[in-house]
């Protein structure tokens, strides 16, 4: 099972994912936590650049989608092969809001550069969104993220 979270910075999303790591770890479910950029030792070295250099809204996309690649393929497809959960701090959505929108590189053309990793993905994970109103306290919207999981974990079960 892959689980993103996405949102603006400071939305909270890295609080989620520590509050949803540690109910998972109290349950004794195996999981691993990750996050983009990064994720891999590459992905890391991406990351480094990606906060200091002042780059084109195009060179920062291949380097968003060569993180990713690395952190799909090494990381990511190998923990769900294994039968363990991901969650991911960020993910394909933030592709598409942050550098299709953010930085005018155009919707369609990073959706259609970004199409090929979450086809790997979308084949085998029909209903892999689920939307949650960030706009609650830190502890309704990690109940809500937990009666999702639990609902989700009870049919892969």
Not at 79 to 86: D, T
């Amino acid at each position: 099972m892959l689980i993103t979270f996405e949102g603006i910075d400071g939305c909270g999303k890295t609080t989620q994912v520590n509050l949803l790591s540690e109910y998972l770890r109290k349950k004794g479910v195996e999981h691993l936590v990750t996050r983009e950029p990064g994720g891999t030792k590459e992905g890391e070295k991406i990351r480094e650049i990606l906060m200091k250099e002042d780059l084109t809204p195009l060179a920062e996309l291949f380097l968003f989608l060569a993180s990713r690649a690395q952190h799909v393929e090494r990381f990511i497809i190998p923990a769900l092969e294994a039968g363990k959960i991901v969650l991911v701090d960020r993910f394909m959505d933030s592709s598409v809001a942050y550098q299709g929108f953010g930085r005018g590189i155009g919707k369609d053309t990073v959706k259609r550069r970004v199409r090929r990793g979450y086809l790997i993905l979308s084949r085998e994970e029909k209903e892999r969104i689920v939307v949650i109103d960030g706009n609650m306290k830190p502890e309704e919207i990690h109940r809500k993220i937990v009666e999702e999981f639990e609902k989700r974990w009870r049919d892969l079960s």
